[in-house]
T-cell receptor
Framework: GAVVSQHPSRVICKSGTSVKIECRSL??????MFWYRQFPKKSLMLMAT?????????EQGVEKDKFLINHASLTLSTLTVTSAHPEDSSFYIC???????????????FGEGSRLTVL | AQSVTQLDSQVPVFEEAPVELRCNYS??????LFWYVQYPNQGLQLLLK??????LVESINGFEAEFNKSQTSFHLRKPSVHISDTAEYFC????????????FGTGTKLQVIP
């Protein structure tokens, strides 16, 4: 299957600082990537859809100025948590579809996730 | 809009016993269905998927799921579980064609007891 790499896997930061998480599709091109947030013992909450070369589409209730998404190339999307606060602590997971190189089955390929802890 | 319901948040089962994880979906259009598995502090991995054709789909590690359109279900089964199957399992749905967003269920924690 296709590989999606996410970095860093763990990050600890102080309240008020910004943190950037990278999501890369290693062996395929992804015009669209998705960012999810996962709370303990809860499902995945879709935060936004990242579109290469254009603005991200945010889900209702997600602050776009708080969670900045940039999809500068077909293999890289970044999520920046700005002015992080303890309530932003969570597990963030990115995913992508290979809609360019193979038949699109709707399958999502997931990164390994990033555990953010804001002190 | 599509939705997915996983009624069981946790399913404890003894090793080598059979297990069924339930998933029901709701949609007014045709769908693709997926089961993903998540191990602690990791991302999700695709376990199996239903796109079309045979309603029974299988994974390489012994899991199977059956698409039942009349009951709008896609239950996951394994005849004999192993300790290594302990993980969180998510059922997911997207509109056929594969270009819409994917909606996930709330997950079922499978706890295999030695």
């Amino acid at each position: 299957g296709a590989v999606v790499s996410q970095h860093p896997s763990r990050v600890i930061c102080k309240s008020g600082t910004s943190v950037k998480i990278e999501c890369r599709s290693l062996d395929f091109q992804a015009t669209t990537m998705f960012w999810y947030r996962q709370f303990p013992k809860k499902s995945l909450m879709l935060m936004a859809t990242s579109n290469e070369g254009s603005k991200a589409t945010y889900e209702q209730g997600v602050e776009k100025d708080k969670f900045l998404i940039n999809h500068a190339s077909l293999t890289l999307s970044t999520l920046t948590v700005t002015s992080a606060h303890p309530e932003d602590s969570s597990f963030y997971i990115c995913s992508a579809r290979d809609t360019v190189g193979r038949a699109n089955t709707g399958e999502l390929f997931f990164g390994e996730g990033s555990r953010l802890t804001v002190l | 809009a599509q939705s997915v319901t996983q009624l069981d948040s946790q399913v404890p089962v003894f090793e080598e016993a059979p297990v069924e994880l339930r998933c029901n979906y709701s949609s007014s259009v045709s769908v693709y269905l997926f089961w993903y598995v998540q191990y602690p502090n990791q991302g999700l991995q695709l376990l199996l998927k239903y796109l079309s054709g045979s309603t029974l789909v299988e994974s390489i590690n012994g899991f199977e799921a059956e698409f039942n359109k009349s009951q709008t279900s896609f239950h996951l089964r394994k005849p004999s579980v192993h300790i290594s199957d302990t993980a969180e399992y998510f059922c997911a749905v997207t509109v056929s064609g594969g270009y819409q967003k994917v909606t996930f269920g709330t997950g079922t924690k499978l706890q295999v007891i030695p």
